[in-house]
């Protein structure tokens, strides 16, 4: 387990895992003994988090037969573990069948196990083919975890910095991002991530997935970014527990070195 001192408020493990795919209940099995891992080692964390459709992974050709129905199964695990550990989860993503559509839907669950949100990726990924199997969502979501208010991105969403700055304008101070972001794009991800944080002022949480489909190698880094830019916790390319603390204090502090949302000129942008 990769350890970072533990002197901020919120404590996060990013649970950066390979995933077996096309294989939901094997997923499943292996995620839920990472979640064990992370809740039972000695500093147990406030948040842990899952990386991006780590129940089918990109099992496009069979997904419509393999995607959780409703997400019903992977929302009662979650939601029980949550429960009972009293610990906060970021779902990841995983593959949701909606009556025929299939979407890439991230579940958040505080300590009581109570769903806080449930974001579809409005962003699909053409050079992966998400556009050809799935539905993209329509809404941008904010939610409260831990007395954060916290937004959700999925991959190739953090292309998009309108999205990130809409999440930003309705309050987020923490940006969770599940991925299965490959190489060659190691400097995007790490470069995106990081303009991110710094120019919404807001700590980025990105856990990405280890391992190898086919010929794309996904190379985990997963990433906890600080409102200045800093990287607090960065994972390998192996598969392991990232840990690091936030404190969202420093989101206000940042802000109010750099007043950015103050000195603003949206009407001029459009
Ligand atoms: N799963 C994804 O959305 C991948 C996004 C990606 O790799 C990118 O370069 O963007």
């Not at 839907?105 to 300590?111: G, I, K």
């Not at 999205?163 to 930003?168: D, Q, V």
Request: glycine fraction near 6%.
């Amino acid at each position: 387990m990769t350890q970072n001192n533990r002197t901020n408020r919120i404590h996060i493990a990013l649970l950066q895992s390979d995933i077996a795919i096309g294989e939901p209940e094997i997923n499943k099995q292996h995620l839920r003994k990472l979640c064990e891992q992370a809740v039972y080692s000695s500093e147990k964390p406030d948040v842990i988090m899952l990386p991006e459709m780590w129940n089918t992974g990109y099992a496009l050709d069979s997904i419509h037969t393999i995607a959780d129905i409703d997400g019903a199964d992977t929302k009662a695990w979650l939601s029980e573990f949550a429960r009972e550990h009293s610990v906060n989860i970021i779902g990841g993503s995983i593959a949701e069948k909606r009556g025929q559509d299939i979407y890439n839907v991230m579940y958040a669950f505080n300590r009581q196990g109570e769903i806080v949100a449930e974001y579809s990726k409005i962003h699909l990924f053409r050079l992966m083919d998400e556009e050809k199997y799935l539905s993209a969502g329509e809404k941008p979501v904010t939610f409260e975890l831990e007395n954060t208010s916290s937004g959700a991105s999925i991959c190739y969403d953090i292309r998009f910095p309108e999205l990130t700055r809409t999440l930003a304008l309705k309050g987020a101070k923490v940006l969770f991002v599940p991925a299965e972001w490959p190489y060659p794009r190691l400097h995007h991800w790490r470069t995106l991530l990081t303009a991110r944080a710094i120019e919404n002022q807001m700590y980025v949480v990105a856990c990405n997935r280890v391992g190898t489909s086919g010929d794309t190698t996904f190379f985990g880094h997963s990433l906890i970014i600080d409102p200045w830019g800093e990287i607090i916790a960065e994972g390998g390319e192996e598969e392991q527990i990232i840990t690091g603390g936030i404190n969202v204090e420093t989101v206000s502090e940042v802000r109010s070195r750099i007043p950015i949302f103050e000195d603003r000129r949206p009407e001029l942008y459009f």
